[in-house]
Every structure is written in structure tokens, then in C-alpha cells.
């Protein structure tokens, strides 16, 4: 079985969404003064590879918590995006020539390339996003959910973040952001896993993203 990692490390120097703290470590206990190693984590419940419920934008929505384990596990499918200019918009274009597999996964996870960018000021640039076509056929496909290679799922100009309120004002669905390695998956569909923190009333929780082919 081959196992790709999608996830990015958690450290105190990452990149952060615009006016959120970036994590702290700090260590709790010492293998010197108490017998063991402890540490106290201090972050944003969408800090690095992390999903959003639908209560991240409403509050009467569905947590991540009351979605069942399932919700995270499945078969996915990368779009490939990465030949989209900057600024640009993702179309029915990028998913019609992956047909029926369209139908046939549970999560479709756009590649955008952008993960090159990680760890510069470039990946707070003009992504390329999902267009209002795109959108409305994820919210009819009944998909668990939808993921990226950026830092959102709307333009970091989009204060009132639309396509957030759009995806999630009725539909149970999660989304992800900043995932990497989507290259590395090829275009057919795949056993894929993004299991969240079980956090009480979760508006949001970091994610260990797992591609594996069997």
C-alpha cells in the first residue's frame, strides 16, 4: 500500500489566515525536571491542514463533532487546476474531462499548485477559486467534502467570504484548506482520510490529510 502525507506540519513560524495568532508550543513538562516530555498547544481551531463545519460561518449548523466519523473517510479525486493563471477562476472546464469518477467520490480536492508557495508571502497571493457553476454543482453532488491547496476556499479580499456562506448555509459538508502533495495523487479516485480533533461545539480543527492506494 502506498501512503501519501497531504498534511503540513504544525510549527510556531507557519503561515497563519490574515489577523489569526500563529501557534504556540510551549513545553509542559521536561524529560529533565519531570520524567516525560508534555506540550501545551496554543492555536487556532483553522491553523495549517484543517477543515471547516458549516457552524463556521452559522450557528445553528452542524458542528464538526455531530458529523459521524464516515464523514472523513472515503474515496477522493484531484482536479487539476494548476495550469490556471493567477487570479483566475476555476470552471466546469477543469472537472468535465474526469467524468463519471466525478459522481463517484466522495471528495474532490482542487490542485492548484499553490503548496510551492508555503512559507512565502506569494501564498497569500490571487489563487485561483471555484466559480459560482463549480459551487453549485459541489453543493447538488452530495459530496462529504471539498478541498485545497490554499489558504481559502474565497479570495483573502473577501471579507464577507461568499462562497463560505453559499457551501455551508444548507449544505452538511466539510471543507478543507491547505492541503499539499495533491500532485503526487494522479487522476483516478483513491482511498482518502481527514479525520479532525474531536473538539465539543468544533467550528473548525486542524486535520491529519492521508492519501493511500491499494
Given at each position: 500500500m502506498r501512503v501519501i502525507d497531504l498534511t503540513h506540519t504544525?510549527?510556531?513560524d507557519m503561515p497563519v489566515y490574515p489577523g489569526s495568532g500563529t501557534p504556540?508550543?510551549?513545553?509542559a513538562g521536561t524529560y529533565e525536571k519531570d520524567g516525560f516530555k508534555e506540550t501545551l498547544l496554543q492555536m487556532s481551531s483553522?491553523?495549517?491542514t484543517h477543515m471547516d463545519s458549516p457552524s463556521h460561518l452559522f450557528s445553528d449548523r452542524t458542528t464538526l463533532d455531530e458529523f459521524p466519523a464516515s464523514q472523513f473517510i472515503g474515496k477522493a479525486l484531484v482536479i487539476d487546476c494548476c495550469d490556471l493563471p493567477v487570479g483566475g477562476a476555476i470552471t466546469m472546464e477543469q472537472l468535465r474531462p474526469y467524468g463519471d469518477k466525478l459522481s463517484q467520490a466522495d471528495f474532490l480536492l482542487f490542485n492548484l499548485g499553490w503548496d510551492e508557495y508555503w512559507g512565502t508571502?506569494?501564498?497569500f497571493g490571487d489563487y485561483p477559486c471555484v466559480d459560482?457553476?463549480?459551487l453549485d454543482f459541489i453543493i447538488a453532488g452530495d459530496y462529504?467534502?471539498?478541498g485545497f491547496d490554499v489558504i481559502g476556499l474565497d479570495p483573502i479580499a473577501d471579507e464577507n467570504l461568499t462562497r463560505h456562506?453559499?457551501?455551508f448555509s444548507s449544505c452538511d459538508i466539510v471543507n478543507i484548506e491547505n492541503l499539499k502533495n495533491l500532485d503526487c495523487c494522479g487522476d483516478d479516485l483513491f482511498w482518502f482520510s481527514c479525520c479532525p480533533l474531536k473538539i465539543e461545539d468544533s467550528d473548525g480543527?486542524?486535520?491529519r490529510a492521508i492519501a493511500w492506494f491499494e
Open positions: 504544525i510549527t510556531q504556540r508550543l510551549t513545553l483553522h491553523t495549517g508571502d506569494a501564498y459560482e457553476e463549480v462529504k467534502g471539498i456562506k453559499k457551501l480543527a486542524p486535520i
